[in-house]
Nanobody
Framework: VQLVESGGGLVQPGGSLRVSCAAS????????INWYRQAPGKERELVAT???????NYADSVKGRFTISRDNTKSTVYLQMNSLKPEDTAVYSC?????????????WGQGTQVTVSS
């Protein structure tokens, strides 16, 4: 199983960025995908979630600015980030989670750095 994030980089405050999470080795459509972020010296924060039914949830800190979506044909989840702020600077990582017969399977990607700075 492999999750690979991409699309991170440096962006100015107020700008936009889209990060992607591409999965392989799993039946992607069956998994809930989460985006987490962690800034230096801070705890990891759950940013957004999309279920296999495409229901979504967002942290209050990003609601109205970030949008999570999925393309099951490409086994990929996207996080569109608009109106970025310096406090959005962090390593963004995706996880794929599924529960089968009482066992939870969870996989992590390596993360991609997002830096918001002028």
């Amino acid at each position: 199983v492999q999750l690979v994030e991409s699309g991170g980089g440096l962006v100015q405050p107020g700008g936009s960025l889209r990060v992607s999470c591409a999965a392989s080795g799993i039946i992607f459509s069956m998994y809930t995908i989460n985006w987490y972020r962690q800034a230096p010296g801070k705890e990891r924060e759950l940013v957004a979630t999309i279920s296999k039914y495409r229901s979504t949830n967002y942290a209050d800190s990003v609601k109205g600015r970030f949008t999570i979506s999925r393309d099951n044909t490409k086994s990929t989840v996207y996080l569109q980030m608009n109106s970025l702020k310096p406090e959005d600077t962090a390593v963004y990582s995706c996880t794929a989670v599924n529960s089968i017969a009482g066992t939870t399977y969870a996989y992590w990607g390596q993360g991609t750095q997002v830096t918001v700075s002028s």
